[in-house]
């Protein structure tokens, strides 16, 4: 009887290794299949191609075969699900690997399918294509990265989670959201500020954990103002990014650290979200750290950079921003529970020449008094 267990847990065993042995080769034929739909729809030519521009029609209809094979390419990956993860092909999780394929896989609310004709999916991966100079196969690897970063780092729920607590409550004067631009782009504040207190700075940077939630309170504003976005044709597909480092404190190891962090996570993670990266009050000896910063951007983020010193804020930021929408501590006219302005209220502009004469009508309410 012994003998005969013996011989049934021996075979079972040697089951289960052979399944073994075949899922990994399964695993490793998928994945050399991947790695050949990528190198079949990227072609060797076209990340050559699109680096040098010399005939303006040439380069544009190459970015239109560049755009063609980086959507049947993601097509391809999500059908075969390994845009996000490389399941293990087995006949123990099939069932589960075509639930997954019903799930509807989108970036920003925008679904990725190209088979969906979705309006927002080729202004979406447009900016993959853009952020790696039209090279399919740079974009189709940034876009599974972010993906998985996405999937690991919980971003479609983190407007749910409550960043601000008793403790950390001052962040929300530090980093918010308000207003749009003259296109309409919603701005994105980080008001550095604040941490002239040591207590805050100290607080807010002070350990890892604490910066890690300050790290993830941006990611979550980042968020929040992406839900502002309309991914269509014509529509806002980018936000402007203002950073005001009034009263900013010397260098500090930490809050160098978390800086690089926050300019290297937006890079990567959101490609062509962040149409302008303005800041203000810029201190004289942010210029010199600014090069090592540089460093760690790559061309096209560098271009979106504007820096204005403390003379120059309100002339800077007028020039983008409506100057009714332009906060009042920066020279604009945007008052804080303003009561008697709405934000639906415009500024108007009325322009007299030198050594004229000129009338200005201004509306108001008429407010009569009872007897």
Known sequence: MDKKCERKSQDTSEEAEEENDEEEEEEEE???????????????????????????VEYKMRKKRALLKFKTLVEDAICKNYLVDKPKKSKRNAKEQQQQLREDISLWGVPLLPSRDHEGTEIVLLKFLKANNYKVRSAFYMLRKVMKWRKEYGTD??????????????????VHTGSTDKQGRPLYYTVYGAFKDKALCT???????SRENFLRLKVQNLEKS????????GGVDSIVQITDLKNFPAPMKELSSISKKIVTLFQSNYPGIINKNILINVPFWYYTSRVVTKKLMNPRARKKFILARPSNVTQTLSKYIPIEQVPAQYGGLKRDNDVEFSPEDKALEHRIRANAVGHVNIPVTEVLNEI
């Open 157 to 174: 729920s983190i407007l749910d989670e409550d960043l601000l607590t008793r403790d950390n409550d001052e962040l929300k004067d530090v």
């Open 30 to 56: 998928q994945e050399e299949q991947e790695d050949e739909d990528i190198d079949e729809y990227t072609n060797a030519g076209i990340d050559k191609e699109c680096e040098s521009p010399k005939d303006p």
């Open 203 to 209: 607080k807010v940077l002070g350990t890892e954990e």
């Open 226 to 233: 992406i839900k502002q976005l309309s991914f269509k044709s």
